[in-house]
């Protein structure tokens, strides 16, 4: 008798855990803030900045990349209007937009040359064998772009496969990296940790276009109870997370 192979399953993919950069994977927050605030001083003297005031842009939405947010502080100073900073969380402005593009150029510029110096205040917040032990796979959507990603890597001591800010598609609250992450791993459950409105705001967007599968947005670190929403994850740092993802 012919002994016929046993029936082939498809494998099952496994969980894939996305994880942002800075304020998740590495503690950049003091990094950026001198690189924003030297930026400012240089390009606008006058303008009054603080770290409340880096913070405040970061819970508005639409400025998780640091160019764009001295673009829009710059702006605002021109305007002379400061103090709509306060008041524009989820809302941003609408009336500002063509000059906050029209400077972002020259924004960039400049705050990538002072990122140069205040980049050695960084540190990774996970180790690999860390992340690795979640038994998921891994990746990375973040808003920095190709040349600061590779920076970021070095930081880290490791790469993933990631999706950065190297076009204007993948520009958070752009759903379009998660989903070409969720895409490059035949991925059916994602989870993505996240830090700002703008990583809430691409999740939940990814899931409305791709409802079949399943999303969940871990919100970390200080801003967690203002970003997150029910049936999001939520921990104070990300080792806390992984914490409980590998008891779950």
Same mark, same amino acid.
């Given at each position: 008798?012919?002994?016929l192979p046993?029936?082939?399953?498809?494998?099952v993919? #496994?969980?894939?855990?996305?994880?942002?950069i800075d304020?998740v994977?590495? /503690?950049?927050?003091r990094s950026f803030?001198?690189?924003?605030? @030297?930026?400012?001083a240089?390009? $606008?003297?006058g303008?009054?900045? !603080? /770290?409340?005031?880096? *913070?405040?842009?970061?819970?508005? =939405?639409?400025?998780?990349?640091?160019?764009r947010?001295? $673009?829009?502080a710059?702006?605002?100073?021109?305007?002379?209007?400061?103090d @709509?900073?306060w008041?524009?969380?989820g809302?941003?402005?609408?009336?500002?937009?063509?000059?906050?593009?029209?400077?972002?150029? *020259?924004? *960039? =510029?400049?705050?990538?040359a002072h990122?140069?110096? +205040? *980049?050695?205040?960084e #540190?990774p917040?996970? !180790? @690999?064998?860390?992340?690795?032990?979640? =038994?998921? /796979?891994?990746?990375?959507c973040t808003?920095r772009?190709?040349?600061?990603? %590779?920076?970021a890597?070095e930081?880290l001591?490791?790469e993933?496969p990631?999706v950065?800010d !190297?076009?204007?598609?993948?520009?958070?609250?752009?759903?379009d990296?998660?989903?070409a992450l969720?895409?490059r791993?035949?991925?059916? #459950?994602?989870?993505?940790?996240?830090?700002?409105?703008?990583? $809430?705001?691409?999740?939940?967007?990814a899931r409305?276009?791709?409802?079949?599968?399943?999303? +969940?947005?871990?919100?970390?670190?200080?801003?967690?109870?203002?970003?997150?929403? %029910?049936?999001?994850?939520?921990a !104070?740092?990300?080792?806390?997370l992984?914490?409980?993802?590998?008891?779950?």
């Open positions: 008798m012919t002994r046993p029936p082939a399953f498809p494998e993919p #496994r969980p894939l855990l996305i994880l942002d304020g994977l590495i /503690d950049a927050e803030m001198e690189a924003v605030a @030297r930026a400012l240089e390009l $606008a003297p303008l009054a900045w !603080s /770290d409340a005031a880096f *913070r405040q842009f970061k819970r508005i =939405g639409g400025f998780n990349n640091d160019f947010l001295t $673009a829009g710059l702006a605002l100073h021109e305007a002379g209007r400061m @709509r900073l008041e524009a969380e809302v941003g402005f609408p009336d500002l937009e063509a000059r906050i593009q029209e400077r972002e150029p *020259r924004c *960039r =510029g400049v705050v990538q990122y140069a110096e +205040t *980049r050695r205040l #540190r917040l996970a !180790s @690999r064998p860390e992340l690795e032990a979640t =038994g998921m /796979d891994l990746a990375i808003g772009p190709p040349e600061e990603l %590779a920076l890597f930081v001591g490791f993933l990631a950065c !190297s076009e204007p598609r993948f520009r958070k609250p752009r759903p990296g998660l989903l969720a895409a791993f035949g991925a059916r #459950r994602v989870l993505f940790a996240g830090d700002t409105r703008d990583d $809430a705001a691409a999740l939940r967007a409305e276009q791709r409802p079949e599968l399943a999303w +969940t947005f871990a919100a970390i670190g200080p801003d967690r109870a203002r970003i997150a929403q %029910a049936g999001d994850l939520r !104070s740092t990300l080792r806390e992984l914490a409980g993802l590998r008891e779950g």
